[in-house]
């Protein structure tokens, strides 16, 4: 279940924060849970995902260091031809994409 959280707390308790656009890594986030969300005026703004020592914000107003679209767009498209690999168990493809996501977190690194 996801707790209600303010981007202070969010930018106080990581040693990096991420942001990607609303559904730009819908794959590459596949197998993760939010652990929680901001919102604000206009309603919901972001999730939250911890990843190590990283979180990642993903949303409509995500927070934080903006990473390479160009690796995330290439990152995606590889997740999504693994999630959508019927040939693969849930537990390889669960590794294959948590390989793709690390990726994408060290090179932000």
């Known amino acids: 279940m996801k ?3 303010t981007n202070k707390e969010i930018k106080s308790n ?3 924060v991420l942001s990607i656009g609303y559904c730009d ?16 005026t206009y309603g919901w703004n972001a ?3 911890e990843i190590g020592n990283v979180c990642i914000s993903t949303g409509y107003r995500p927070i934080g260091e903006k ?3 160009i ?10 031809n ?6 693969l168990n849930r537990e390889t493809k669960e590794n294959q994409v948590d390989e793709l996501l690390n990726k994408l977190i060290n090179s932000v690194k």
């Open 67 to 69: 990473v390479n679209y």
């Open 3 to 5: 707790t209600k959280t």
């Open 47 to 49: 999730d939250f995902y």
């Open 14 to 16: 990581f040693y990096k």
């Open 25 to 40: 890594a819908q794959y590459l986030l596949q197998y993760k849970r939010p652990f929680a969300y901001t919102c604000g």
């Open 71 to 80: 690796l995330l767009q290439e990152l995606e498209k590889q997740a999504r």
């Open 82 to 87: 693994i999630c959508l690999d019927y040939e």
